[in-house]
């Protein structure tokens, strides 16, 4: 196929255009929307739900980034939300689903700008089938709209640099400073397009004064607008003490290796990597964005494809060597506004294959690999079933028992179902199992043992405690979380 062919290939009347986008979209929505409340909330969305329900708006904006590691628009949208929609799990996470939905046809207009119909369309197809992009669509946390505003701002400063006028920098600045606002990794993303900004201002002019002047005009007012966002996080992680208790991001353990890069970026097509599967992708991936090898490079634009490949790396660059230099902050999800980028990559290179058979391999790989995982995200749960073991625990429970859990009340999903006022519950088992607890478990006749966060070697520890006075009399599993009920042992009478 010669790029003639090929520029014919891409003219498609409108109606067929928006036929398309249509259709996309409603099967964007239908992904998103199903089983949106099949699981109960699992610890960062009992965590969300703890602060939404004890925090005013005012204080989401101070107090919250001091208690967590991320920034308050989610929290206070969500929190405005849940006034009109309510607290059950599926009408409180289609705030996600909407924000997921949206990045649609917003992916699919930014595509269509850089390199067309064809690409826009690959692009657009591949982040509404993605298992990545529907988990996070589903679950009560800021990385849907964290996709949603990166999607935007890029396509707002595309707009900007085709046009330069007043009306798109200032949706530009709006798209950015929103950003700043709802994840430490927007700033990631900032750098990139402000860097982008001025590189392409200095290509353009090759006059430092006129480039400067010219990228000034949209990096002051977005400085100004992140810099209160910048604020708390500096303190949080170079004044630990001085602004909440530090930046708190202790679930990753190590800085990224090669193998972790990698994985994440596998990451935006198949969520969890798993030979063979994961390998079938990556290869995919690779060919796909590959593609690009057999069109010259004055018809892609260097522009674009800084444009582009700025977007992925460097984002990514800052995560990796800020965990280096500061502690580990690398993290697939936090990364979900990349995957936009990688998806538009894979399009364009797929769509310019001159190969049609090859093209229908790359396409059948991806689109299989997302049946597949989505047809089991839609039939497994896919977070602990909380609710379930509350409804167990409930079904026995007198006043009198101790329940002993993974977590504290406060910040236990367990606790959100199953709160009881004055309910004797010994929280925080995955540290030192303190004395005060053992001593709780001989003055009760029945206790409750929930695990689903803590290590083996916690259970074990718990366990052989609770067995010392009483006899187990129930135990019940659930996805990701096992529930035990003992009993007083008539040797070893309560005292």
């Not at 600045?173 to 201002?201: D, M, N």
């Not at 596998?266 to 063979?276: G, N, S």
């Not at 502690?327 to 936009?340: A, T």
Request: with cysteine; glycine share 6%; net charge positive.
């Amino acid at each position: 196929m010669n790029l003639g062919d090929l520029h014919a290939d891409l003219q498609y009347s409108d109606y067929y255009q928006f036929l398309f986008i249509s259709l996309t979209v409603g099967l964007g929505s239908i992904l998103r929307v199903h089983t949106v409340g099949f699981d109960s909330f699992w610890l960062d969305e009992a965590i969300t739900m703890y602060f939404i329900h004890t925090m005013t708006f005012p204080e989401l904006v101070t107090e919250l980034p001091k208690a967590q590691p991320h920034l308050p628009l989610y929290y206070i949208l969500l929190k405005a939300w849940i006034s009109i929609s309510g607290t059950e799990e599926g009408t409180v996470r289609m705030l996600s689903a909407a924000f997921s939905i949206a990045s649609i046809p917003v992916l699919y207009a930014l595509g269509k700008r850089l390199y067309g119909f064809q690409v826009a369309a690959i692009a657009a197809l591949m982040l509404t089938v993605s298992p990545f992009q529907i988990y996070f669509a589903q679950e009560a946390r800021m990385y849907s709209l964290l996709a949603f505003l990166t999607v935007a701002s890029y396509y707002c400063l595309l707009r900007y640099l085709t046009s330069k006028q007043t009306k798109e920098m200032a949706l530009f600045i709006i798209s950015a400073i929103l950003l700043a606002y709802t994840h430490v990794f927007g700033f990631f993303v900032i750098t990139s397009q402000l860097l982008y900004l001025f590189w392409g201002e200095w290509i353009g002019t090759e006059n430092w004064r006129s480039c400067i002047r010219e990228a000034g005009r949209i990096a002051i007012p977005v400085g100004i607008g992140a810099a209160p966002a910048v604020g708390m996080i500096a303190a949080k992680v170079f004044i630990p003490h001085s602004y909440g208790s530090g930046s708190q991001v202790q679930h990753i353990p190590a800085p990224p290796n090669w193998h972790d890069i990698i994985s994440a970026y596998t990451h935006f097509t198949v969520r969890y990597p798993h030979p063979p599967m994961s390998i079938a992708v990556q290869v995919g991936l690779l060919i796909g964005i590959g593609g690009t090898l057999f069109v010259p490079s004055h018809f892609l634009s260097r522009k674009k494809s800084v444009f582009l490949w700025s977007w992925l790396l460097i984002p990514t660059s800052l995560a990796v060597v800020l965990s280096y230099l500061i502690q580990p902050i690398f993290f697939p999800k936090y990364l979900i506004g990349c995957s936009v980028a990688l998806y538009l990559l894979f399009a364009r290179g797929a769509a310019f294959i001159p190969r049609p058979n090859v093209r229908t391999v790359l396409f059948a790989i991806i689109l299989l690999n997302a049946v597949a995982l989505n047809s089991f995200q839609f039939t497994e749960h896919q977070k602990r079933e909380f609710e379930s073991a509350a409804k167990f625990v409930d079904q026995g429970y007198s006043p009198d028992d101790l329940i002993i859990v993974d977590k504290r009340k406060s910040s236990s999903p367990f606790g959100y179902y199953f709160d009881r006022a004055g309910m004797p519950t010994a929280g925080d088992i995955t540290g030192p199992l303190r004395p005060e607890i053992r001593k709780q478990v001989r003055n009760v006749d029945t206790v409750w043992v929930v695990f689903s966060s803590s290590k083996q070697p916690h259970r074990r520890k718990v366990l052989r405690v609770v067995r010392r006075t009483h006899n187990r009399a129930a135990i019940k599993h659930f996805a990701g979380i096992t529930a035990y009920r003992f009993v007083e042992d008539p040797k070893h009478p309560v005292r």
